[in-house]
């Protein structure tokens, strides 16, 4: 696995990975890497001819009082475990090389970058079309692979791609989750062992309500009263029934709809999410 720093590069070698390996699918990751980004690089190993990663911890998508300098960094255990996973280039830019000096131009998704998490953290997904958009220039893939988890960044990726002609689909692979059920995340490892049992109520206010709409509930109203009960040990962002695409509340479910949840367990900020049958 070639490592590279610079943009340059990194354009001459995915121009070659491209013509000689088609199709060249990209993993985006800020790195601190769990079997949720191996699975995105093992999804895009079997569709394409090879495979990009990147690792930046994108300063531009994170608030001036979040988590960026604690931000777990984990470099040389995520080459590793790339490498071993077939990965054929790494990416993994300086903030400068990223954001050089005189820099000014960002992308925002109107609208639907405000929904969300884009409500709860203003101007995080301003952070995450620019630097996402970048790297789609800069690698030019013919997929890219992102998680479910991250359904509201996956509603805006998929507007800006719309919107700005990117030439690229846009590959949603399933949330994968310990034993218990918890979401793997990058943030998991803050959890004392006391806040991982209390961060398991965001996935049994999922699945309760799941087992409602199962039994015939369909109305948004009630199913996020019930989902809610099961909270008590965590401080709420937001619990909502959505429309996949535009993030807009829905007053009742269908196939389709997105059932997203925000949570606070202590000082750590998790998400979760399904898509209802």
């Not at 491209?18 to 949720?36: C, D, F, I, S, Y």
């Not at 979040?66 to 990416?91: M, S, W």
């Not at 131009?105 to 405000?114: K, N, P």
């Not at 401080?235 to 829905?250: F, S």
Request: glycine share 6%; proline share 5%.
């Amino acid at each position: 696995m070639k490592i590279i720093e610079t943009v340059s590069e990194m354009q001459q070698l995915c121009r070659k990975l491209r013509v000689e390996n088609a199709p060249l699918g990209l993993v985006p990751t800020m790195g601190a890497l769990h079997e949720g980004h191996l699975s995105l690089v093992r999804r895009a190993r079997a569709e394409c001819g090879a495979v990009a990663a990147s690792i930046f911890v994108n300063p531009l998508q994170f608030g001036p009082n979040e988590d960026l300098a604690k931000y777990p960094r984990t470099f040389d255990d995520d080459c590793r475990q790339l490498a071993a996973e077939g990965v054929a280039v790494l990416f993994a830019p300086t903030a400068a090389e990223m954001y050089p000096p005189g820099a000014a131009t960002t992308v925002t998704v109107d609208g639907i970058g405000d929904r969300l998490d884009g409500a709860s953290r203003p101007g995080h997904f301003t952070g995450v079309a620019t630097v996402v958009a970048k790297l789609f220039h800069i690698v030019q893939p013919h997929r890219a692979y992102f998680g479910q988890k991250d359904a509201a960044q996956l509603a805006v990726l998929r507007q800006m791609v719309c919107d700005l002609h990117f030439d690229l689909e846009v590959i949603s692979c399933p949330i994968v989750r310990d034993a218990d059920g918890l979401a793997l995340s990058s943030r998991n490892r803050y959890l004392s062992p006391v806040e991982r049992r209390q961060a398991l109520a965001l996935h049994r206010a999922l699945q309760r309500i799941q087992q409602s709409i199962a039994t015939g509930e369909r109305r948004s109203e009630r199913l996020l009263q019930q989902g809610t009960q099961e909270m008590d040990t965590v401080k709420v962002d937001y619990l909502a029934a959505v429309d996949a695409q535009t993030l807009l509340p829905v007053d009742r479910v269908e196939p389709g709809t997105l059932i997203a949840v925000a949570a606070w367990i202590g000082s750590t900020r998790l998400i979760d999410n399904f898509l209802t049958d």
